[in-house]
């Protein structure tokens, strides 16, 4: 019964992800088509109706998410910045002409407390190395985690600085090229950062088993050809190479 809940709880994933997917793959598309040929008639809050309802769709997946005792990442990024989507159509159709500084207030906040989270983070991190209450073979990877964390939250912040200086001042003539180098330093420390996560779906395409299992079990062929073994014979010796569980003397 267990088996065939936890089944069900990885298929609804699967079909909210691609959901999820689908949704921003539809901005992108009408973000591209507004910018690209400049349609008058294509107003912003069409082109982020994707967002507003990836938004919704993203409250609902962390209800059911938290109850499945899933983890929820990109979900809840999406869930809490409804408001900063909201504001940022408005801006753009000109309905009010407030700074950027303040139209990005939404994001303002949501990375002071992630630098509060990465502040206790690292404050824990080191109590326990300090302390010897972890598994030495686990201090690399929190030591390595803390970092990476601390290195992507300190680049966004510089990131959004830069672009809130760029849009509020016109005469402001620095290059795009560098005003997005902190960015992308933060999208590779979080790359690096997601090798240090644990959790989620370890299965290829829901195949629920090892890739090399699953392909064994699939091409019964692979499994006669492959459970054989060798013998590198040398001049002197013949040295046995176990292959498939069994030794060739």
Not at 30 to 46: G, T
Not at 226 to 237: A, C, F, L, M, W
């Amino acid at each position: 019964m267990g088996s065939e809940s936890g089944t069900t709880a990885d298929f609804q994933a699967m079909l909210l992800s691609t959901s999820i997917q689908m949704l921003l793959f539809s901005f992108e598309a009408c973000l591209c088509y507004k910018l690209v040929y400049q349609v008058p008639h294509m107003q912003w809050y069409l082109v982020f109706m994707p967002l507003f309802l990836l938004s919704v769709i993203s409250i609902v997946i962390c209800g059911w998410g938290w109850k499945k005792e899933r983890p929820l990442d990109l979900e809840l990024l999406f869930a809490v910045n409804l408001l900063q989507f909201v504001m940022l159509v408005l801006r753009l159709e000109r309905l009010i002409t407030w700074s950027w500084q303040i139209i990005l207030i939404p994001l303002w906040i949501m990375l002071g407390v992630c630098s509060i989270a990465v502040i206790y983070y690292i404050a824990l991190t080191a109590i326990l190395v300090c302390t010897n209450d972890i598994v030495p073979s686990m201090r690399t990877p929190r030591t390595a985690a803390s970092f990476l964390y601390s290195l992507s939250n300190f680049c966004l912040i510089l990131f959004l600085s830069l672009l809130v200086s760029k849009l509020d001042n016109p005469a402001n003539e620095q290059s795009f090229v560098v005003l997005f180098l902190p960015y992308h330093v933060c999208m590779a420390s979080l790359v690096m950062s997601a090798f240090y996560q644990k959790g989620g779906n370890p299965w290829w395409f829901g195949i629920r088993d090892d890739f090399c299992v699953f392909l064994l079990k699939t091409c019964p062929p692979m499994r006669v050809y492959g459970n054989v073994s060798y013998v590198y014979v040398t001049r002197d010796t013949a040295i046995p190479i176990m292959v498939g569980g069994e030794e060739d003397e």
